[in-house]
């Protein structure tokens, strides 16, 4: 009862704490003590991060290869290992949580759009320099050892 009373000060004075309540709570079948309010939104806020971690390393992934396939002259190691960390970051967050895969495919042209003006800030080359559709399949996308023009990676790190 103290819990639910004070529920919303212990939540914004000392989350960590809050946190240890609400854990306390659920494992001790005291839902009525919960705070509901702030649970859910913190659920929906973990929702809402690791779908920001897939958008942002799939970002990634696409400057990079885009970097890699329109401007090798330019070509870096630096790239690769980018492509390779975001890459595991995306495979983790597909085992963890399979359901990512259609919000994935759902976000993908809008994530190439951004990546592509992104690549053309960055290298300070007209936005017509890449293709206005993604030109990379989205298994190639995801697959450690594909790089642009048959490019195979010496090395890559398996992720199981």
Known sequence: MTLKINANLLYEQDFNLWLEAVANCLKENQLENLDFENLAEEI????????????????????????????????SNSWRTMIDQ??????????????????????????YKHARKMV??????????????????QNDILDRTFLPDGFFPQYYEDYN
């Open 44 to 75: 929906q806020s973990i929702k809402y991060t690791e779908q920001g971690i897939l958008r942002e390393n799939l970002e990634i992934i696409l400057i990079h290869l885009l970097k890699w396939k329109y401007q090798p002259e330019t070509w």
């Open 86 to 111: 975001s890459r595991k970051k995306i495979y983790q967050c597909l085992l963890e949580s399979p359901s990512l895969q259609k919000y994935f495919h759902d976000v993908l042209d809008e994530c």
């Open 120 to 137: 053309a800030i960055e290298t300070d080359t007209s936005l017509e320099t890449f293709p206005e559709t993604n030109p990379f399949a």
